[in-house]
């Protein structure tokens, strides 16, 4: 077992006993001890009382978080003629039809967010089985799939975060940067637990929200009290 460092060690130390804190107290406590030499990503895990493997308990959706996320996002656009010209516009950093599907069942992928006017969605619908494992296939419900481009790419490029059930019903994603003041990231984080409250599926039973927790890129996690993150 490899031996851990002082510091790392320290920031595990510093959450020994902590557990079920306010969304203050966690974001407090978490950027109290980070301590990696870059900008860490804040992160949110949910455990969810669903199991996503049934149509009617899949949980998925979008949520524009208030302060933006802090990272930079690549966006893809499948579009032809002027809709082409409005992703550009709009900051598409990968416009294409035909050429773009070819590149990327050539392996080149080098963007985070994938775009289509549904007229695209035949050339799309051949790259599945490579966007849909990496969550980058377009899709109508989370607004992917549309023919106002501009608003869709902006709203990529401006702190836009897909959410969507994993095995074992849990849904994870990046809320901001460790440099984000406090009150910046509580409002993000009750912003995202929000979003995936209000997506809850007809066919879940039970507790919906069962565990949620916050952490740094490389820092130890904190559970968060699921009361005081939910905001109706």
Known sequence: MAKLGKRTRAAREAFVGKEDLTVEEAVSLIKANANAKFDETIEIAMNLGVDPRHADQMVRGVVGLPNGTGKSVRVAVFARGPKADEAQAAGADIVGAEDL??????????????????????????????????????????????????EAVEAAKGGQVQFKAEKGGVVHAGIGKLSFDEAKLVENVRAFVGAVSKAKPTGSKGAYMKKIALSSTMGPGVTVEVDNAVTE
Not at 119 to 138: E, H, Q
Request: hydrophobic share 40%; with cysteine; charged share 25%.
């Open 101 to 150: 599907m070819e590149a990327i069942q050539g392996g080149k992928i080098d963007f985070d967010r994938c775009i289509a006017t549904p007229d695209m969605m035949p050339i799309v619908g051949r790259l599945g089985k490579v966007l849909g494992p990496r969550n980058l296939m377009p899709n109508p419900k989370v607004g992917t799939v549309t023919m106002d481009i501009k």
